[in-house]
C-alpha cells in the first residue's frame, strides 16, 4: 500500500502542477492494479475535465459511482461538469445529492450557490453560501461568492463585510482587495488604501494578484485626488492583463470593413417586409461605459420591463448561422439570406427572450456589442427597439482603461491606443447604421441624460411605447441584480461626477486622445 500512496501522492502532484497528460496516463496504470478504488475514477474524471474532455470525465466519474455510490465528491465533480455544459437541471440534482450523502463537506453548497446565481436565483444563492460558511467559517472563496452576490443585488454593506473577512482570513486572494476598492471611497490614512500599497510590493505575490492589486490602487489613487499615481497604477494593471492573451486590431477592422459592405441599404431595403413581427426585444447597446446601464436600469423599473442584462444569445445565432472558418464573417452566407432564414432568426431569439421572461411584455438585451449586429436586428426583429447610448468618446475610452473586466471577451481593454482604434471603428460603424437604417435606431446621449433627466427620461419611455411609470424617476430604488461593472453607479440617484472625468488626465493622454475620431 506504501507503493500506491507514493504513486498517487505523484499524481495529485503532477495533477497540481496541470501536467495532465502525464497525470492521465499513471492514473490509468493504477486504476488496471486497483480496479475497486474510487479515488481514483474520481481523480481521472478530474484531469479529464480539466482537459476539455467532459464527456470522458462523465464516463470516469459514472464508473466510480457505480463501485462506490456514496462516494460524495462523485456527484459534485459530476455537477461541475453539467453547469460547464449548461445541462443546470442534471448539475443541481448532482450538487444536491452529493450534498445529501455528506452534509458536512462546504464544497458543493458553495457549487450549487455558484449554480443558483447563475441562474439569477439569488435568495438560494445566498442560504447556500450561508450554509458553506457554517461548516467552514474560514471558506474564504464562499465569503468571497457571497459578497459578489451582495453587490450584485445592491446590499453593498454586506457585501463589504465579507470582503473584510476574505482579506482577514487570506490577505493574498487580490480579487477581494479589487472589488472592496469598488465599493469604497478612499482617504490618503485610508487603513485598506495602506495595505493595499503593503501587499503591491510584496515579493511573494504573483503577476495574476499583483494585476488586480494594480487596479484597485488605482481606484483608491484616484479617490485621493492623486491622478499622476493613479494612471501609473492603471498602466501596470493593463499592462499585466495586457500579457495574458494575444490581440490583434486587424481582425476587427476586417470585420467591421466586412459588416459594412454587407449591410448596404440595398441590401436591407430588398427584406423590410420580412422578419418576425415581435415588439418584446428592447436592444441596449453602444461602447461599454457609455451608460447602457443606467438605461437599462431605468427601463427595467418600469413594470412591463424584465432587465435580460447582457444575453449573448444574438452572437451565438449569428455564428451558427453566418460565420465560417477562422471565426471570419462570409460573405456568402449573408447574401444567400433568404425570407424563411430571416424569420427562422428571429422566433430563435424570442424564443430565448421568452425563457429569460416568461411573462413580461418586454425584455431588455444589454449586450453594447451588438451594435456591430443592427442591421441584422433590422432584417429578423424590425418591431424591436433599438437604443444607442453614447457620451463623450474622451470619457469612454478612459473608463474602460481604468476597469478591470473579468470576460476575455473584450481584448482591446487593456491598451489605451487600442481603446481608441476600437472607438473609431464603432463611430463610423454607427454612422454607417445610420444612414442605411433610418429611424430605426434611438440615439440617447449620457450627459443629457444626466442634465435633464426627466425630460430623457420620458422621451426614451415614449420611444419604446410604454408608458410614463414614476418608478422609472426613481431606478435607484429598483433592486434588480446588477452584474456589470456599473452596479454601484447605476444604484445611485443622477450625478454628474463622471462627466469629464478625463480631463484629470488632460496633459498625460493629450496625444492618444488626439487620435479619437469625435
Known sequence: MENFNNQFQIILNLYKSREFYRAEKLCKKLILKYPRLP?????????????????????????????????????????NIYKQKENHAKAESCYKQSIYLDNKAPEPLNNLANLYRTLNQYDDSIKCYQKAI??????????Y?????????????????HLEKVIMIEPLFCQAHRTLSQL?????????????????????????????????????????????????????????????????????????????????????????QYGFLDSRPIFILGMPRSGTTLVEQILSSHPKVFAGDELNFL?????????????????????????????????????????????????????PINFK???????????SKIIHCYRNSRDICLSIYKNYFTSNEMKYAYHLDEIIEFYNLYYDLMKHWNNVTPNFVYNIKYEEIIKNSKEQISKLLKNCNLSISDSCFKFYKNKRAIKTASDVQARKKIYSGSINSWKHYREELFNSFQKLSN
Not at 459511482?65 to 459530476?78: E, S, V
Not at 457554517?134 to 465569503?143: A, E
Not at 461568492?145 to 463585510?161: D, H, M, Q
Open 39 to 79: 479515488i481514483l475514477y474520481n481523480v481521472l474524471g478530474l484531469i479529464f475535465t480539466e482537459e476539455k474532455k467532459t464527456d470522458k470525465a462523465i464516463l470516469y466519474l459514472e464508473k466510480g459511482i457505480k463501485i462506490d455510490p456514496t462516494f460524495a465528491m462523485f456527484y459534485n465533480n459530476l455537477g
Open 134 to 143: 457554517m461548516i467552514d467559517p474560514r471558506l474564504y472563496i464562499s465569503h
Open 145 to 161: 461568492n457571497l459578497a459578489v452576490v451582495y453587490k450584485s443585488i445592491g446590499e453593498f454593506s454586506k457585501s463589504k463585510k
Open 184 to 272: 469604497t471611497k478612499y482617504s490618503k490614512k485610508d487603513k485598506h488604501f495602506n495595505l493595499l500599497k503593503k501587499i503591491y510590493i510584496n515579493p511573494k505575490i504573483n503577476n495574476s494578484q499583483k494585476k488586480e492589486l494594480a487596479f484597485a490602487l488605482g481606484k483608491a489613487s484616484e479617490d485621493t485626488n492623486d491622478f499622476a499615481q493613479a494612471l501609473i497604477y492603471f498602466k501596470k494593471g493593463n499592462e499585466l492583463r495586457r500579457k495574458e492573451f494575444t490581440y490583434s486590431i486587424k481582425h476587427e477592422k476586417e470585420e467591421f470593413l466586412n459588416i459594412k459592405r454587407i449591410f448596404t441599404k440595398k441590401f436591407i431595403d430588398q427584406f423590410t
Open 315 to 367: 452572437p451565438e445565432i449569428i455564428k451558427k448561422y453566418f460565420y465560417g472558418d477562422k471565426q471570419k464573417l462570409i460573405n456568402k452566407n449573408f447574401l444567400s439570406i433568404d425570407k424563411k432564414i430571416i424569420e427562422s432568426i428571429g422566433k430563435e431569439y424570442i424564443d430565448y427572450l421568452k425563457n429569460v421572461s416568461t411573462d413580461a411584455e418586454r425584455v431588455t438585451d444589454k449586450l
Open 373 to 383: 449586429w443592427i442591421g441584422l436586428i433590422k432584417l429578423i426583429l424590425p418591431n
